[in-house]
């Protein structure tokens, strides 16, 4: 099978063909170019001489040409739109099809400058263009068996032995390629994130095959919760080391850290070796804080198995333990070096945790709007469509910003009220994705979004989640969560910033809020 690229104008099909063909050993077969070459003349040339419809035939003809006769581990670049054929979409599923996503911003900058060679006949309104991309980038999503977010052409070709991987997985299974911007060496920010229903099922060879690290190298230490440890731990494969701690956000300390952290140093754990993150959202942020301190730095997998690590904090490295003080107050940013997750574990959930996790899916969809909004709107949003559709829009968010200094604060929405209630009531009463729903009807509320939030309500009781502090209620509690956000993380002056929903897609982070409002909006949980 070939590796056929796809995605809008400027996304670097062409580029990326180019440097990942010389990594194979071959010629890149680029199908705008094969396209010309066959016409005599530019692909715009075709447009005004014969229209779209002409084109398309002429091209549809060429690219399954090209699918139909391209060799194992080829490469192929498509035009933007040859992925509209029918017939085209059916000949993808021979290869690995990869989507280079591009923001629509991105790309008219790409394609609108001076120096751009190559005139696109679709390309020459900004408003059209951006409402072409709209269009488009959904079918691109759905075709994709492997997803490059955020990662420069230059470095696209360090995706190639994930893509290989890819190739290793059960059938079925997607990739998303994550990047940051910020980091650098010898990840430079990006790993492979993969999701397939019965990855964990996986024999210990194929395993081998698609895990994101060598393992014959590199040994594995396994850090878990007894509960997931005794489900799970024997399908990620052996272990020089197995580390369970017990379960719940009240255990993610710093004493279960050193715990770990001493435990592996008897056991003689090096920087060749590896962290698995083997459970939710706890075990996750424990683990990668290890992994991110120990002997200052060891690479971490995670492999969620909670519906919150899933589709939000398995990504984007966030790593950190609570204090009694504050939540999250002792930590690091330490990318993953690759994520595997298998929807299947999500079964093994007992419904209020699947409830609770949901609660991250409704903040994403807050944020990403458009087709999520809609299906969590409509009620759905925890299966594996949901999945990829939160891993991407938190890794597209994170590519640009990776250290909270700007459009990565939407990510917080709801997180601010929501961590101050986990805190005030000592980790212990309400779980994290409960205490972030209560945050996102603060939020809603200081929005002056009362439709929105009345929507956002009653999604939340359809589901069996609280939406008051119920026997927590009192003048008590509320002063205990207002003193919990003036600690809040997050505050770099005399106020916490808050992030504001204006509509579901319209999310803006730094809003200052009167105290009065604060107040105003957490008295009203109480009720």
Request: one cysteine or more; hydrophobic letters at 45%; a negative charge.
């Amino acid at each position: 099978m070939a590796f056929v690229l796809i995605g809008f104008m400027g996304a670097g099909k062409s580029t990326v063909a180019r440097e990942l063909a010389q990594e194979l050993g071959g010629e890149p077969l680029d199908s705008d170019a094969l396209l010309a070459e066959q016409l005599g003349h530019p692909v715009a040339r075709e447009f005004e001489l014969r229209g779209e419809q002409a084109f398309r035939e002429r091209e549809e003809r060429l690219v399954l040409e090209l699918l139909g006769s391209a060799r194992p581990r080829a490469v192929v670049a498509l035009g933007g739109g040859s992925v509209l054929s029918a017939r085209v979409r059916e000949a993808l599923a021979a290869h690995v099809t990869v989507l280079l996503d591009v923001e629509a911003a991105e790309a008219w900058r790409r394609v609108s400058r001076p120096d751009s060679s190559t005139e696109r006949p679709l390309a020459r309104d900004p408003e059209r263009f951006a409402a072409l991309h709209g269009e488009r980038r959904e079918l691109y999503e759905e075709l994709a068996d492997a997803t490059l977010i955020g990662v420069p052409s230059s470095r696209a070709v360090r995706a190639l032995p994930a893509l290989e991987r890819l190739a290793a997985a059960p059938r079925g299974t997607r990739m998303l390629w994550g990047g940051s911007a910020f980091a650098s060496g010898d990840h430079a920010g990006a790993y492979p994130v993969l999701v397939g229903e019965g990855l964990l099922a996986a024999d210990e060879e194929q395993l081998a095959r698609i895990w994101p690290l060598e393992r014959a190298r590199s040994r594995a230490v396994l850090v878990s919760d007894r509960t997931v440890r005794g489900l799970y731990g024997e399908r990620v494969g052996a272990s020089a080391l197995s580390v369970a701690i017990e379960p719940g956000e009240s255990h993610k300390t710093l004493a279960s850290a050193e715990r770990v952290w001493s435990e592996m140093a008897r056991a003689g754990i090096t920087r060749a070796d590896h962290v698995v993150a083997l459970g939710g959202g706890v075990v996750g942020d424990l683990a990668g804080f290890c992994a991110a301190s120990y002997q200052r730095g060891i690479p971490v997998v995670q492999v969620p198995t909670s519906l919150v690590a899933q589709v939000d904090s398995a990504y984007g490295g966030k790593t950190g333990v609570d204090l009694p003080e504050a939540k999250n107050y002792v930590g690091a940013y330490h990318q993953p070096a690759g994520v595997l997750v298998d929807p299947l574990t999500l079964a093994t959930l007992p419904a209020a945790e699947l409830a609770a996790g949901w609660v991250e899916v409704l903040k994403t969809a807050l944020v990403a709007g458009g087709g999520l909004w809609q299906t969590v709107a409509g009620g759905g949003g925890t299966d594996e469509r949901a999945i990829l559709a939160c891993a991407r829009t938190k890794l597209r968010v994170v590519a640009e910003d990776e250290r909270d200094g700007g459009r990565r604060q939407v990510l917080n929405l709801g997180h601010t009220v929501g961590h101050a209630i986990e805190t005030a009531s000592g980790y212990g009463r309400y779980r994290h994705g409960e205490a972030v729903g209560l945050g996102l009807l603060g939020a809603l509320r200081l929005s002056g979004q009362d439709g929105l939030r009345a929507q956002v309500r009653e999604l939340m009781l359809a589901r069996g989640l609280p939406v008051s502090f119920g026997e927590d209620r009192g003048a008590g509690f509320e002063d205990a969560i207002l003193q919990a956000m003036k600690r809040d993380k997050k505050r770099l002056g005399a106020s916490v910033p808050f992030v504001l929903v204006r509509a579901p897609g319209e999310v803006e982070f730094g809003c200052e809020v009167a105290e009065a409002d604060v107040r105003a909006a957490v008295a009203e949980l109480a009720r």
